[in-house]
Nanobody, 124 residues
Framework: QVQLVESGGGSVQTGGSLRLACAASGRTFAPVAMGWFRQAPGKEREFVARVRWSSGSTYYADSVKGRFTISRDNAKNTVYLQMNTLKSEDTAVYYC?????????????????WGQGTQVTVSS
């Protein structure tokens, strides 16, 4: 069984930065890709970024492109999300998840082993 644990959330002012981490444990952790998603109060969970585990290739939602960077450390089974130039609309609970789908997907239904989430609050 794979478990994902997010960390690094917190409160920051507009324009600030945070770095989230998602550590995976379990003998069968071998994703095609790892994704970060977020969910703001009253809204649906939405895709943020994705990294292919083998190649490191990345893909971002338009809303975070140029501000967020996803990366992974294969040896540590950990994926990171560096978030810069944060805006109030980035406030949400951030989740990481794993996908075994080979083609690039941003759909929540294609990801599993969701972590418990970490709160990010951006205020002016």
């Amino acid at each position: 069984q794979v478990q994902l644990v997010e960390s690094g959330g917190g409160s920051v002012q507009t324009g600030g930065s945070l770095r989230l981490a998602c550590a995976a444990s379990g003998r069968t952790f071998a994703p095609v890709a790892m994704g970060w998603f977020r969910q703001a109060p009253g809204k649906e969970r939405e895709f943020v970024a994705r990294v292919r585990w083998s190649s490191g290739s990345t893909y971002y939602a338009d809303s975070v492109k140029g501000r967020f960077t996803i990366s992974r450390d294969n040896a540590k089974n950990t994926v990171y999300l560096q978030m810069n130039t944060l805006k109030s609309e980035d406030t949400a609970v951030y989740y990481c998840a794993r996908t075994a789908v080979v083609v690039l997907t941003t759909q929540v239904k294609d990801y599993d082993n969701w972590g418990q989430g970490t709160q990010v609050t951006v205020s002016s």
